[in-house]
């Protein structure tokens, strides 16, 4: 049985003698050149389509709502204080929910 160094010094010479790696850089020239110009002329732009703009009104929206509701929450008349009688009907009534 070989030992663990026999393997190494074996696959290290293996490694020596495999041909060198292309450069993750390197591309052919026209595919190069066809990336280029379609980046260039704008044609990466159309992903998404006219969807966009309908999410980006749809989120306006969105907020809208949730500051009116923000708002309508946190306005309470003066006559509309928590009287001892209202909480007690409040708690009365969480009582009976199930």
Do not use: C
């Not at 010094?9 to 293996?14: E, G, I, S, W, Y």
């Not at 050149?33 to 966009?52: D, P, Y």
């Amino acid at each position: 049985m070989k030992t663990h160094e026999e393997r190494l010094v074996r696959l290290f010479k293996a490694a020596r003698s495999a041909p060198p790696a292309l450069e993750p850089s390197d591309m052919p020239g026209l595919l190069e050149t066809r990336i280029l110009a379609q980046w260039r002329s704008g044609a990466g732009e159309t992903r998404g389509g006219n969807f966009v703009p309908v999410l980006r009104w749809a989120l306006m929206g969105a907020a809208a709502v949730m500051l009116v509701s923000i708002a309508w929450a946190s306005y309470s008349p003066a006559d509309e204080q928590a009287t001892d009688e209202t909480v007690a009907n409040y708690e009365l009534r969480e009582d009976l929910i199930p």
